[in-house]
Structures are given as C-alpha cells and as structure tokens.
C-alpha cells in the first residue's frame, strides 16, 4: 500500500464515466494511492475539495472559466490536458497538422491522407483539386466534437458521388486501401498500448464506378455491400502483423510533446501497397481507455508518473515513483 496518496477528479459526461470508472479502476487506483473521485461541473470546483489533479473532457464557456478559477486558486495543481491543446482536435485538419512536423529516423513513414477542405457545398462540383485526389474519396466533417453528426462520413466512388454531397464544411480524404484493419494507439503520458481492430474493407480498384460502388454511400449503409463488392471476406484479421513497436512509440511520444497533451488516442492505417508508409486518420481526445488491455495498471501508472513528476520534480523521480508503486 502506498503511504502518500493523491486526489484525482474527474470532470466527465455520464455516458463516459459508466464507461471509464470501472470498478476495477477504482479499485486498483485506490490501492496505489490514487483517489478517484467524481467531480459536479454544475458547482464550483473550488468548493469541491483539494485535487492534485483534475482530469476533463468538457469544452464549454463556463467550464473554461471554472479550470481558470480553480487554477488561480490551486497552482500546484495539475490540469489534464489544457484545453487549448484539446481544441485542436476539434477539427479535422488542426487535429492532423502535427503529424506532418513528426521527424523519424525509421524506414517507416508516418503520414496523414491526401486531403482537400470544402467550405460550400458548391464548391464540390468544381473543385479541381477534390477530383486531383482521384477516386475512392472518403468525405468526413471538419468538426470532430463528439456529435453523432461529426462522425457521419461517406465513401465517394465517383464525380456524382461528389456532386451529391450536401454537407460542408467537409474534407474530402484519398481512401487508402489498408486490409480492413486499423491500429488503435492509446496514450496515457508515458504508456503506450496499440490495439487491432476491424476498419472498413478495401474497395477493390477494377469494381470501382460499377454498381453498387457508384455514387455515394454512408457509412452506416457498407454493411449492406455484399462480400464480392469489397474485399471484406479476405481479411484474416487474426493473421495482420502489428506495426513495429518502436515506431507506435515514436510515433505517440512525437505526439504527444508536440501537442501537449497526455491523455489521447490515434487511429492508423498501412497502405496495402506500401508496407512503410502508415497513415494517421484521427486523433481523439480521451478516448475509450475502458476497452484497452491492461488499463486499469496504465491508467494508475500514468496518475503516479505525473503527480510523482511534480513532486520530486524530474524524470528520474518519476520513473522511480511509478515502479515502487506498481510492482507487485
Ligand atoms: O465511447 P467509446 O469508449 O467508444 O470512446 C470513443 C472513442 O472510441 P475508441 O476508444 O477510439 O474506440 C472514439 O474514437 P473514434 O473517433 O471512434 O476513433 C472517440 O474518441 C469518442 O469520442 P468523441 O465522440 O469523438 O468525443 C469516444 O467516445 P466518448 O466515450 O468519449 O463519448
Ligand atoms: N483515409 C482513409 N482511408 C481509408 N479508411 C479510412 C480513412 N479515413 C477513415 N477511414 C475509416 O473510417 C473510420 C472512421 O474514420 P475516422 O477518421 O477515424 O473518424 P471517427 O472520428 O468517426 O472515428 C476509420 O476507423 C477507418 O475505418
Ligand atoms: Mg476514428
Ligand atoms: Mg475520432
């Protein structure tokens, strides 16, 4: 049992915290030190106790103007993550700029799709650019705020697929095929976990333009393709080798210095036909750390690492800090 312990609030939506504070968090944190406790944005926080530490996924106005209270109040306390660095993810061409500055010595690149923004819908129709990409396109909207509607996303298999398209502000991405299989990786500060898991299958080259990959499609509709229109009856999920951990880890720690954040997951592809080129899709801001192998150890670790850092001030406090507490 660890002798000093800390106090983490969480300031979460219902829906996130019946997802992400498990029992067996609560449990495993409790018996490392941590304190978990739930924080009301509805009163102030600074009547709601002393924190070491505050983690958030709100956004708005008045909770914007809480954190800056309770900071004025408590500078020794740690914010997880400041919200400008979160906004960024808020948009999809903000969220992927940083990956594009990543510098790696590896043979594998790390890169974001081609990509155009479309401001007005009737834009669409003209755009040289857009039809410079080619096709398959995928079209994704510009926000990314956790609204159904900011994950509504179409497949466009042509220049009437393109045409159609009402929504706007929308990027309109190359549709690299990648095996129907993505890799998650989750961030936690320091600690890394990369994750398979199903994605949408490879739109066969000689199909394209021929029924039913003509015009658009949503997302929501891909499950009605039949087997032979995609490639999704070829893929032997199991079988996929996992990108190079020494890469997943490069790639995460780039991230994370260069967007300030700790708390965050990136979802990549590989292009089938080129084995070395790995593309970031989407970033997300706290995401669902509950369907992570191991996360309840992760997820202490990363509490002790960062109020560990903070007190004995350094990366060597840190690393001991975090061993003696979760060994064992
Ligand atoms: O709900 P979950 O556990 O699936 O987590 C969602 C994430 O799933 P993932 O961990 O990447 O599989 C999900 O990731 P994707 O965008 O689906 O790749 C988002 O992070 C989502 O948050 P938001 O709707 O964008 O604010 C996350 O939703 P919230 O729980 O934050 O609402
Ligand atoms: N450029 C792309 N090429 C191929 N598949 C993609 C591409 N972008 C997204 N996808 C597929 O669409 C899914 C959703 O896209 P993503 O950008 O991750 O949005 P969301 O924020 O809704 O998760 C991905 O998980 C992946 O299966
Ligand atoms: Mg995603
Ligand atoms: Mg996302």
Redesign the pocket.
């Known amino acids: 049992m660890a002798d000093k312990r800390y106090r983490v609030g969480y300031a979460l939506a219902p829906k996130k915290v019946s997802s992400f504070i498990q029992p067996s968090l609560l449990e495993y944190a409790a018996s490392h030190g941590v304190d978990l406790v739930s924080v009301d944005p509805s009163k102030p926080l600074t009547s709601q106790g002393h924190f070491d530490c505050i983690v958030h996924k709100f956004y708005d106005d008045d909770w914007k103007l809480q954190l800056e209270a309770f900071t004025a109040e408590n500078p020794d306390s740690v914010i997880v993550d400041p919200l400008e660095a979160v906004e960024k993810l808020h948009n999809?061409v903000s969220m992927l700029e940083v990956v594009s500055k990543l510098k790696l010595d590896r043979k594998e690149r790390a890169e974001i799709?081609r990509?155009v923004v479309v401001s007005d819908s009737a834009e669409l129709k003209q755009s040289t650019a857009v039809k410079e990409l080619g096709f398959p396109l995928?079209a994704?909207p510009m926000v990314?705020n956790g609204t159904i509607l900011?994950?509504k996303?179409y497949l466009i298999f042509d220049r009437e697929g393109l045409a159609e398209l009402e929504e706007a502000p929308v990027v309109i991405?190359?549709?690299?095929?990648?095996g129907g299989v993505?890799f998650k990786v989750y961030v936690a500060g320091g600690q890394v976990q990369c994750v398979k898991?199903k994605?949408?299958p490879d739109i066969p080259e000689d199909k394209l333009g021929t029924a039913p990959l003509k015009g658009s499609l949503p997302?929501a509709q891909i499950s009605n393709l039949a087997d032979g229109d995609v490639d999704a009856s070829e893929i032997e999920f199991a079988g996929v080798e996992m990108p190079p951990e020494g890469f997943v880890e490069e790639v995460a720690s780039g991230l994370k210095e260069a967007m300030g954040l700790h708390l965050f997951n990136f979802?990549v592809?590989r292009d089938g036909r080129d084995g070395n080129r790995y593309?970031v899709?989407?970033i997300?801001y706290f995401p669902g750390y509950a369907k992570m192998p191991n996360y309840e150890p992760i997820l202490t670790g990363f509490f002790l690492d960062l109020l560990g850092e903070k007190k004995e001030g350094g990366e060597k406090g840190v690393k001991e800090a975090s061993d003696r507490d979760i060994v064992g």
């Open positions: 999809r799709p990509q995928i994704k990314a900011s994950h996303m991405q190359e549709f690299v095929n990648h993505i898991r994605s949408l997302f979802d592809i593309l899709i989407d997300n």
